[in-house]
């Protein structure tokens, strides 16, 4: 499992499993960014690609970034 990019706007992040792709629900606990998979939370940065970005929105501009812990 690989996680390809997180939106937080939207709150939900794009994973790749077995071949295919996924869009899951995410949650932040603690500051930790978590994502629901097979009825399972998971957290973000066990699984995070080296190449993942996010989709954020900051003083009303949206944009995408690397992802940063």
């Given amino acids: 499992m690989l996680v390809l990019g997180i939106n937080k706007i939207l709150k939900w992040c794009q994973i790749t499993s077995g071949g295919r792709t996924y869009t899951c629900p995410i949650k932040v606990t ?8 097979k009825k399972e939370w998971h957290k973000a940065t066990q ?23």
């Fill in 47 to 69: 699984f995070a690609s080296e190449h993942m970005v996010e989709l954020v929105q900051e003083d009303g501009n949206v944009f995408s970034r690397p992802f940063k812990n």
């Fill in 30 to 37: 603690d500051g930790e960014i978590f994502f629901l998979f």
